[in-house]
C-alpha cells in the first residue's frame, strides 16, 4: 500500500494514532486559535504559548513574568473570554502584542498543537496565511504531512475540514501526483463543493453559529479573509515563534 503523502486529522484524538515523529504537521484552527495566534505573530509578539489549562496557562504567565517578559494572558472557555486574563480569543484582541509573550489556552486549538508536539516540525495555518503556507510546504519538499484540525470537543469541526481542503488544493496545483488519505481527499471535496463564499461558509458551520450567537461575527469576518500576510508560525521549545 503507498503511504499517503498528506493526511487530514480532523481532531486531536486521532492525533495519538496518526503523528509519526517524523511527520510535519499543520494545525489548524481557523476558529479562532490559528488565526488569532498568527494575529499575535504578526503584531510582533515574541512568541504564543499554548497551554491546555487554564491552570497551566497561569503558571506559564508567572514563569515568563519572573524571565522578565511582559505577558497577555488570553483564552476562551466555551467562546467566552476566561475571567481574569487579559483578553479572550478573538484576532484583534492580539494586536498590541509586539515584544509581548502570549500565553494562550483555547478549548480545543492549543490543545491540538501540544497533541503534536512530539512531531519533527509542527507549524500553524489559517485563511489568513494559507497560501504561504502551502508554498512552504511545495519549497521545503515536506515528507509526511499530517493536517490536523483542532476540531470541537473530540469531533470533526466542518471549518477546519474546509480551510484544510483549500491548503490541499492548493498544493495539489503544484504537485498534482501527491498521493492523499481519505481525510484530505474529503477535505478537498469539500473545499470544492464550497468554493463561492468563504465566510458564509464558516458563518453556517455550528461552531461559526454558535460566535455569532455570542456576537463574534468580527472575529469570522477576520477569520475568512484569504491571504493577508505571508508570515508563518512554528512550534519552538519556547512556544510558537515567526518563521518556520
Ligand atoms: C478552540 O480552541 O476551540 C477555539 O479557538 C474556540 C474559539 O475561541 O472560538
Given at each position: 500500500?503507498?503511504?499517503?503523502?498528506?493526511?487530514?486529522?480532523?481532531?486531536?484524538?486521532?492525533?495519538?494514532?496518526?503523528?509519526?515523529?517524523?511527520?510535519?504537521?499543520?494545525?489548524?484552527?481557523?476558529?479562532?486559535?490559528?488565526?488569532?495566534?498568527?494575529?499575535?505573530?504578526?503584531?510582533?509578539?515574541?512568541?504564543?504559548?499554548?497551554?491546555?489549562?487554564?491552570?497551566?496557562?497561569?503558571?506559564?504567565?508567572?514563569?515568563?513574568?519572573?524571565?522578565?517578559?511582559?505577558?497577555?494572558?488570553?483564552?476562551?472557555?466555551?467562546?467566552?473570554?476566561?475571567?481574569?486574563?487579559?483578553?479572550?480569543?478573538?484576532?484583534?484582541?492580539?494586536?498590541?502584542?509586539?515584544?509581548?509573550?502570549?500565553?494562550?489556552?483555547?478549548?480545543?486549538?492549543?490543545?491540538?498543537?501540544?497533541?503534536?508536539?512530539?512531531?519533527?516540525?509542527?507549524?500553524?495555518?489559517?485563511?489568513?496565511?494559507?497560501?504561504?503556507?502551502g508554498?512552504q510546504v511545495v519549497?521545503?519538499?515536506e515528507?509526511?504531512?499530517?493536517?490536523?484540525?483542532?476540531?470541537?470537543?473530540?469531533?470533526?469541526?466542518?471549518?477546519?475540514?474546509?480551510?484544510?481542503?483549500?491548503?490541499?488544493?492548493?498544493i495539489?496545483?503544484?504537485?498534482?501526483?501527491?498521493?492523499?488519505?481519505?481525510?484530505?481527499?474529503?477535505?478537498?471535496?469539500?473545499?470544492?463543493?464550497?468554493?463561492?463564499?468563504?465566510?458564509?461558509?464558516?458563518?453556517?458551520?455550528?461552531?461559526?453559529?454558535?460566535?455569532?450567537?455570542?456576537?463574534?461575527?468580527?472575529?469570522?469576518?477576520?477569520?475568512?479573509?484569504?491571504?493577508?500576510?505571508?508570515?508563518?508560525?512554528?512550534?519552538?521549545?519556547?512556544?510558537?515563534?515567526?518563521?518556520?
Amino acid at each position: 500500500m503507498q503511504i499517503p503523502d498528506i493526511r487530514f486529522l480532523p481532531h486531536p484524538h486521532a492525533a495519538r494514532l496518526g503523528i509519526h515523529t517524523l511527520s510535519t504537521v499543520i494545525v489548524i484552527d481557523v476558529l479562532r486559535a490559528t488565526t488569532s495566534m498568527l494575529a499575535a505573530l504578526r503584531a510582533g509578539c515574541k512568541r504564543v504559548v499554548p497551554c491546555a489549562t487554564i491552570r497551566t496557562a497561569k503558571q506559564q504567565a508567572a514563569e515568563w513574568r519572573r524571565k522578565g517578559d511582559k505577558i497577555i494572558l488570553a483564552g476562551e472557555r466555551g467562546g467566552y473570554p476566561i475571567p481574569g486574563f487579559d483578553c479572550g480569543n478573538s484576532p484583534r484582541e492580539f494586536r498590541k502584542s509586539k515584544n509581548k509573550t502570549v500565553i494562550l489556552t483555547t478549548s480545543n486549538g492549543t490543545r491540538a498543537l501540544l497533541a503534536a508536539s512530539h512531531a519533527r516540525k509542527v507549524m500553524i495555518a489559517c485563511l489568513n496565511n494559507l497560501t504561504a503556507v502551502g508554498r512552504q510546504v511545495v519549497r521545503q519538499k515536506e515528507k509526511r504531512i499530517v493536517i490536523l484540525g483542532a476540531g470541537e470537543k473530540g469531533g470533526e469541526a466542518l471549518e477546519d475540514t474546509f480551510t484544510a481542503g483549500k491548503l490541499i488544493r492548493f498544493i495539489k496545483s503544484i504537485q498534482p501526483t501527491l498521493h492523499l488519505d481519505a481525510g484530505a481527499q474529503r477535505a478537498l471535496n469539500i473545499a470544492e463543493t464550497e468554493n463561492k463564499d468563504t465566510e458564509a461558509y464558516l458563518c453556517a458551520t455550528p461552531h461559526g453559529k454558535a460566535l455569532l450567537s455570542m456576537g463574534f461575527a468580527q472575529d469570522i469576518h477576520d477569520a475568512a479573509r484569504l491571504d493577508t500576510t505571508r508570515l508563518l508560525g512554528c512550534l519552538s521549545s519556547s512556544g510558537i515563534v515567526a518563521g518556520a
